[in-house]
């Protein structure tokens, strides 16, 4: 378990480059038959990564719950909201068995004690992404499919920012305690996933980049609007966005990405828009 303490914006403003990715990027989420995790201070989210390769592997490899989380399980007191980024693989939570390809979603309630990842193929595994927040009620485990999401364009050819947000984890979908996740796909062609940047004081949010080639990457903004820094992402890497810290993304190609968010609120468009000729 990668633990991950909060850095305000007066000792962001201070940062070298390899300093903030060694607090916010996260990378390596995907190594054969383990549970990689980062536990970030910022509202406890917690983010996970699992390629079952060659065995069936719970949730809670190589964690001790106890000292992490002073629970007897995982999700005693959290919720977990999960996307399958690779080939088919299968999730159990307690004893109930889904089958995810790629891009489907699982939401597990709290409360669920054991879950296990298994992929149909070992020589082309399954990766489970997965973004887990504190919980203060159960809700019901939902397995989502990406055409069961609720589908919303935005943005246009013009200003390369024409992309469809699949709302899977939502209100507008499903009830959680706290946790919203959903999927964006830029169109070809697109590169910019949303402009002007904003930030949403009441919330953190985590992103996930994907389906990017491998000599492709995404300059990732986050600062306050008038300290800006940008991280360099690559496939599979992931980053944590404090409340304080915009966080938009422009491509070398398009892509799409994961976004996670956890704080007082669900309102998805409780934001504080930054006008593009006042970011610095």
């Not at 383990?34 to 996970?48: E, G, K, L, N, P």
Request: glycine content about 6%; overall charge negative.
């Amino acid at each position: 378990m990668d633990i991950r303490y909060s850095v305000n914006q007066k000792h962001f403003k201070r940062m070298t480059t390899e300093e903030v990715a060694e607090e916010f990027k996260i990378t390596n989420l995907y190594v054969a038959d383990t549970i990689q995790a980062v536990y970030s201070h910022v509202d406890r989210m917690v983010t996970f990564g699992c390629m079952p390769v060659s065995e069936t592997v719970p949730l809670d490899k190589g964690i001790e719950c106890m000292k992490t989380f002073g629970t007897d399980y995982i999700l005693e007191r959290r919720e977990i909201g999960i996307f399958n980024l690779g080939n088919t693989g299968t999730i159990v939570a307690d004893g109930v068995s889904y089958t995810l390809d790629f891009q489907d979603c699982l939401y597990i309630t709290r409360g669920t004690k054991e879950v296990t990842f298994q992929s149909a193929d070992g020589s082309n595994p399954a990766k489970f992404y997965m973004v887990s927040a504190p919980a203060h009620k159960s809700c019901k485990t939902t397995f989502l499919k990406i055409a069961d999401a609720k589908k919303v364009p935005l943005g246009d050819q013009e200003n390369c920012n024409k992309r469809v947000i699949n709302q899977f984890i939502h209100p507008d979908v499903l009830e959680t305690c706290q946790l919203s996740m959903g999927l964006t796909q830029l169109e070809p062609g697109n590169v910019w996933n949303t402009m002007p940047a904003h930030t949403h004081e009441r919330r953190m949010e985590i992103y996930t980049y994907f389906n990017l080639p491998e000599d492709q990457a995404v300059f990732h903004m986050m600062g306050e609007g008038d300290q800006t820094r940008h991280l360099m992402m690559h496939n599979g890497d992931a980053v944590i966005s404090p409340s304080w810290s915009i966080h938009a993304g422009c491509g070398t190609c398009a892509y799409t990405f994961i976004w996670a968010m956890g704080g007082e609120n669900q309102t998805f468009d409780d934001m504080d828009v930054i006008p593009i000729n006042e970011l610095r």
